[in-house]
């Protein structure tokens, strides 16, 4: 069984910092795209960052220049270093994997269970 388990949400205030992590355990053969998704109340979820196996990024435009997505691949582990963070950053962020069990297997999508990211004065 695949399982991924977030930290690393916090209050914090305008112009500050974070960093989420998100950890996978379980059997994988391989990891095609790592992800972070938020999702702000009443509204649909949206793609932060992604970074795939070779190491290829992609950011949302609001947030290029301030977030940074990297991943430890010994630890199966993806990061988001959040600078300059604005009150538009709220919401809950939800990590997101890409993978395959075995070479015998397609890729399967698995969510984290979200972690709060609230950004106030």
């Known amino acids: 069984q695949v399982q991924l388990v977030e930290s690393g949400g916090d209050l914090v205030q305008p112009g500050g910092s974070l960093r989420p992590s998100c950890a996978a355990s379980?059997?994988?053969?391989?990891?095609?795209?790592m992800s972070w998704y938020r999702q702000a109340p009443g509204k649909q979820r949206e793609l932060v960052a992604a970074i795939t196996s070779g190491g290829n990024t992609n950011y949302v435009d609001s947030v290029k220049g301030r977030f940074t997505i990297s991943r430890d691949s010994a630890k199966k582990t993806v990061y988001l270093q959040m600078n300059g963070l604005k009150p538009e950053d709220t919401g809950v962020y939800y990590c997101?994997?890409?993978?395959?069990?075995?070479?015998?297997?397609?890729?399967?999508?698995?969510w984290g269970q979200g972690t709060q990211v609230t950004v106030s004065s």
């Open positions: 379980g059997s994988i053969f391989s990891i095609h795209t």
């Open positions: 997101k994997l890409v993978a395959a069990m075995s070479t015998f297997t397609i890729a399967t999508t698995y």
